[in-house]
Structures are given as C-alpha cells and as structure tokens.
T-cell receptor
C-alpha cells in the first residue's frame, strides 16, 4: 500500500543531543513537508521541499535541518540548538503544490521527548 | 495577519449535528480545507472548498464559506462517536501554494 512512513514513533533524547527523524513515502510525490504540533497551537511548518536536492525554510526552521537526496526520503534532524524540541512531529507529502486540492498525505507522526 | 482561528473544544451528543467554525484573515486564500486528526495519528483531508464557492456538501459533511466575513464552517450531521477527533481548518494562498496555514484545531468530543 502507498503511504508515508515515519520512524521512530516515540523517541527520547537527552539535552544536547541531535536526533534524526525518518520520513519515507512511496506515493511518488514531488513535495514533502515537516510540521511541528504542540498542544493548542496547531501545526507549524518547519521545512518543505518541492523537489529533490532543494528545500526551503518554513516558519520555525531554527534548530532544525533537513536533506532531500532522494525523492522518497526527507529526514529531519533536531539539533541541540532547538530550544524546546519536545513535540509531535508530522511529515507530509503532496503531488506538487497544494494550490489545486490541498491534499497533504500525512505520516503517523513521531513524538520526541527531551529528558 | 497570518492567523487562522478556531475554538479549541466542542462537545455534542451522539446523533446531534456538530458545527465547527473557523475564521481566516487573508482575502487572497484560494482553497480552504478541513482535516481530521484521530488520537496519536496524522491528519487526513476531509473536504475542501474553492474560494469562489459558498457551500459544498459531501454525505454527512457540509462546508459553508462566507468570504465577506472570512468565515468557514464544517457541519457534521448525525454525529457519531467515531467522529471524535481534532478538526483543523487550513488555507492556501495565491502567494504560497506550497504552504498551508493551519488553525489550532478544534477538539470534538461526541458523548453517547
């Protein structure tokens, strides 16, 4: 079945450590996104990528990094520079821009807790 | 401004209708969407409406758009316990077709 797979589902990290969240899609979508979800704050865009080897900062990119070496994969690294990394992270993809139908396909999310 | 605003919580009795409201600020919005998030999961697109439409109906779901007031609503008829979830409205804009602006989500609780 086609879809988006995020791993790990739960992750614990000590302060000062970098951690990488995986996102893989087999939908043949060009665009991929990372969102952060905090209680009562909705989704905020961290990074997005319209095409392989290209990505843009979203609204809250500080303390995060991404790469897009393959169409299927868009890993997110939460660095030690991120001041408040505990959150639920959602990866999504879309065929191209969202302007036509806006359908983002989401993964199941990764919950990161910093101890 | 950038904000898309929703009330945080709605509780209804099973079988009643639910109405979830959303206001947005950007008049250049092209499409407006409703997404559903079940506990511990990602979001799924429920429905969307183009900005030149007033209403869209899809089975139990009715979307109303008042462009003058920048107000969007989602009505769920005959609400079931399986409809309990968080509902997000979102907009896409002419100047940023790769970015959706999401509201903070409305948590719908359906009481038996």
């Amino acid at each position: 079945d086609g879809g988006i797979t995020q791993s790990p589902k739960y992750l614990f990290r000590k302060e000062g450590q970098n951690v990488t969240l995986s996102c893989e899609q087999n939908l043949n979508h060009d665009a991929m996104y990372w969102y952060r979800q905090d209680p009562g704050q909705g989704l905020r865009l961290i990074y997005y990528s319209q095409i392989v080897n290209d990505f843009q900062k979203g609204d809250i990119a500080e303390g995060y990094s991404v790469s897009r070496e393959k169409k299927e994969s868009f890993p997110l690294t939460v660095t030690s520079a991120q001041k408040n990394p505990t959150a639920f992270y959602l990866c999504a993809s879309s065929r191209a821009g969202t302007g036509v139908t806006g359908e983002l396909f989401f993964g199941e999310g990764s919950r990161l807790t910093v101890l | 401004g950038e904000d898309v605003e929703q009330s945080l919580f709605l509780s209804v009795r099973e079988g009643d209708s639910s109405v979830i409201n959303c206001t947005y600020t950007d008049s250049s919005s092209t499409y407006l969407y409703w997404y559903k998030q079940e506990p511990g999961a990602g979001l799924q697109l429920l429905t969307y409406i183009f900005s030149n439409m007033d209403m869209k109906q899809d089975q139990r779901l009715t979307v109303l758009l008042n462009k003058k007031d920048k107000h969007l609503s989602l009505r769920i008829a005959d609400t079931q316990t399986g409809d309990s979830a968080i509902y997000f409205c979102a907009e896409s804009r002419m100047d940023s077709s790769y970015k959706l602006i999401f509201g903070s989500g409305t948590r719908l609780l359906v009481r038996p």
